[in-house]
């Protein structure tokens, strides 16, 4: 049916059902007395003002507001016009939350009512948000939340069956990646940052470097084999990070502790020396030949053909894992990091072993990696042997 709407004029004629627009001129207990320009002024009962439950008129309205309404009932013989606020806002309000739903808007509401489960709000019609979806996690009590204003969106509209679902929720998670968007923007991979431990695990540690958490590997910790990555960190602690791999998509960042500081490989490359014979350990055996420790962190292949004078089908006829030996520098490969060893020009040389500087004695300062450090216990191998 076609609605007449009308202005705050002197109105001669009025119907129900017509659309008029009225001035709240006074506040009574239950109910609003409306100026709405006709021979007599009209009621606004409580229960049409809102679409939600309110205990005072004033909750919705204050005199001197300008409303839209709908003529429910009228009778000019008991000059009687009762009129709703509810009935028209209802009315506009399917089509504009159609419209916010659409276009997915973020638009804010304020919270009327507590209920079990949820939240409700006025939206023109009732709109319901669930506990689940008030905040990016689960909120048990939610007593502080009325009278409250809430950036939500509309995930469920049914006209039909009067239900309009709402979400806080969504809304922050997509600000939320958005901000983290903004951040891996940010980034570099190479980006050397100062970052503190969230989180640890079996496996590694979380670490926050401002806003994004990224995850430090067991094996990106240290240069050194690490056992637990609770051995080494704590929670809260400060540490400084290579970002190594970024996945702006699956919102993944890869961090390395170790990476910033010297490798033993960079530490090797300082005292080593071609043709010079130094002490190392045999770590593993192999058909082709041996690898053997010369630095922590640093070993060197010791081809089968480099082992000894006489003929042998395998390395473990002459050599054990764990066996000290001496090794001669044939080579080094600076940017593949490989070394070639000699045992037995190590015997045929006699020239005392190589003593290691005295400069990188092993000081003890937190991640920093010292030449000590790369060297560790068999510092005191290289002196005696000296």
Known sequence: MEMNHYE????????????VKGKVIKIEDKQAI????YKFDGILPIGEVSNIHIEKIEEAIQVGDELELK??????????????????????AWKILQKRMDSNEVFEVKVAEIVKGGLLVDVGVRGFIPASLVGNHYIEDLSDFKGKTLRVKIVELNP?????????????????????????????VGDIT???????????????IGGIDGLVHISEISWDRVAKPSDLLKIGQKVK????????????ISLSI??????????????????????????RLTSFGAFVEVLPGVEGLVHISQITNRHIGQPSEVLKAGQQVNVKVLDIDREKE???????EAEEKETKIEKIPSEYEKKDSGFTITLGDVIGDKLKEFKNLS
């Open 241 to 252: 990070v290579k970002i190594i791999r970024l996945d702006p998509e699956n919102e993944k």
């Open 194 to 208: 100062e970052g503190t431990v969230r989180k640890i695990t079996d496996f590694g540690a979380f670490v926050d």
């Open 71 to 92: 003529v429910l009932r009228i009778n000019d013989e008991e000059k009687k016009l009762i009129l709703s606020k509810r009935a028209v806002d209802r009315e506009k």
């Open 160 to 188: 039909e069956k009067n239900r309009v679902i709402l979400s806080q929720k969504d809304v922050l998670e997509e600000e939320e990646k958005e901000k983290k968007k903004a951040l891996f923007l940010k980034f570099h």
């Open 8 to 19: 705050l004029t002197n109105l001669t004629t009025l119907k129900k059902g017509d659309i």
């Open 338 to 344: 490989r070394l070639s060893l000699s045992i037995k």
């Open 258 to 283: 170790k990476e910033t500081e010297p490798s033993p490989w960079d530490k090797a490359m300082e005292i080593l020396k071609i043709n010079e014979i130094y002490r190392g350990t045999v770590k």
């Open 34 to 37: 409306i100026d709405v320009g």
